[in-house]
């Protein structure tokens, strides 16, 4: 993970606050005419005309433990699959939430994350939601940016896929106002996405 | 005696036959790679190139009469896909096809490790290197000469699409129209940067102004604001402040930027 700031995560605890979003299961798509496909992973992303994508993962850093630190904790970390996706171009320089193109947003722009979590995250209820959310306008508030821009709004929920890998979705939307506009693109794109165990 | 002299005379003769055909194939062969354009890519090896001015390649349709932009999709030198629109858009892109194995590619991964000295051609322009896909490069050898702060993927099918004819090769693609307003080589991003300045002119091609994108906030620009405030309040690169030694020393700060401190 970046230097970037981990969203604001509920506890662990608390159950997922999507109750107005409907989970929708991966299913297999076909790229309609126009779009073109970005594939790693297992996950395979549709991309509408005019939309960028990238899925990644980024080298973990290397641990060096003290002589103190028991064996059974010396574990080194893991970074598992990233996925941006916008209808702007994207910046080379990112933060795996985001940070350096949600700050280049303008009114009409998406910006589209999914950050993979750990396997064992997938039975914890926090990602306890199955399968991609479809999100409603009213998902989206200006308080769930990691830092709040005028104007901007954004949405971040948990889900796993077959109780097997776990996924943050995190959505920006360059306008607060054009939510009701907005979130039908970004259901369009999240309709896109299939993710494969 | 007589035998031994006839049989050497023969054995000379086919030599001397073998030789001359040697020759001839070399000075074929040399032929063919110049016809080709081997050596182009050594300045050390052809210094004479280095004052050729760079030109459009010809047999490639030439800038500003529309040819057909295409976006990429390609694998990423660290592992991963990625697209790239340079079709539709507002911003000029500027693809460079470089690879790691052209000396003189050298010298353009090198002046791309910061993009914001390169004074691109067009506002906004955004730079993507694009090299040949992991059947043909290395990724670690991309992935090692990859500055950070560009857009790098490998797509054979981009090299395709733009009918690249080898590197390193610079396409500047006008987004708003989606063609192409400029293309050629050259030895040093000096020549490129004059032949595509003269590309876009001699098209027409017209930037639309103010069609950069503007941090909001955050970034050079937050970084920049933030440095300029600290400078007027007189707090410096250095200043005591900014390395406190204990808890007291940074509420004594706070109490002298308070203008109004309130009573205990």
């Known amino acids: ?197 | 005696v007589t035998v031994l002299v006839v049989v050497e005379a023969v054995v000379v003769g086919l030599l001397a036959v073998l030789v001359a055909g040697l020759l001839r194939s070399h000075a074929e062969i040399l032929r063919s790679l110049h016809d080709l354009g081997a050596g182009h890519e050594s300045e050390e090896a052809t210094p004479a190139y280095t004052t050729t001015p760079p030109a459009v390649r010809d047999g490639v349709v030439g800038p500003g009469t529309g040819a057909t932009a295409h976006d990429l999709v390609g694998t990423l030198p660290g592992g991963g896909q990625r697209s790239v629109v340079v079709t539709g858009q507002e911003l000029p892109t500027l693809l460079a096809f470089l690879s790691t194995g052209c000396s003189t590619c050298g010298a353009f991964w090198a002046a791309f490790s910061d993009p914001m000295a390169l004074d691109l051609p067009g506002e906004g322009t955004r730079v993507v290197i694009v090299t040949r896909g992991p059947e043909a490069e290395s990724p670690a050898d991309v992935e090692r000469l990859a500055p950070r702060a560009v857009t790098t993927v490998m797509s054979t099918e981009a090299y395709e699409n733009y009918a690249i004819p080898g590197s390193p090769y610079f396409v500047l693609v006008d987004g708003a129209t989606s063609s192409v307003v400029g293309e050629g080589s050259g030895t040093s991003w000096t020549q490129v940067q004059s032949l595509l300045r003269a590309a876009a002119a001699d098209s027409g091609w017209a930037v639309k102004p103010g069609a950069g994108r503007v941090a909001r906030a955050g970034g050079r620009a937050r970084e920049a604001r933030a440095d300029a405030e600290l400078r007027a309040a007189g707090i410096d690169p250095g200043h005591d402040s900014l390395y406190p030694a204990t808890i007291a020393d940074v509420e004594a700060a706070v109490l002298d930027a308070d203008p109004a401190p309130r009573e205990p």
């Open chain 1, 1 to 197: 993970v970046s230097d970037v700031p981990t969203p604001n995560e509920p506890p662990s605890s608390e159950p997922p606050t999507t109750s107005t979003s409907t989970s929708v299961p991966p299913t297999s798509t076909t790229a309609p005419p126009g779009t073109r496909r970005i594939t790693d992973a297992g996950i395979e992303v549709h991309l509408p005309s005019g939309w960028e994508g990238e899925i990644y993962r980024r080298a973990p850093d290397t641990l060096e433990f003290a002589d103190a630190v028991p064996r059974s904790r010396r574990q080194q970390p893991t970074t598992r699959s990233v996925v941006h996706i916008a209808n702007f171009p994207l910046p080379a320089v990112r933060g795996d939430y985001g940070s350096g193109a949600v700050e280049i947003m303008r009114d009409e722009d998406i910006l589209v994350i999914l950050f993979e979590f750990e396997p064992e995250s997938a039975a914890q209820p926090m990602f306890g939601r199955a399968g991609l959310p479809v999100l409603q306008a009213a998902d989206f508030d200006p308080n769930e940016m990691q830092r709040p821009l005028p104007g901007m709004a954004g949405c971040q929920r948990f889900f796993n896929v077959d109780r097997e890998r776990s996924f943050c979705l995190f959505v920006v939307i360059g306008s607060y106002a054009d939510r009701d506009t907005l979130v039908r693109r970004v259901n369009d794109v999240l309709g896109g996405i299939t993710i494969e165990v």
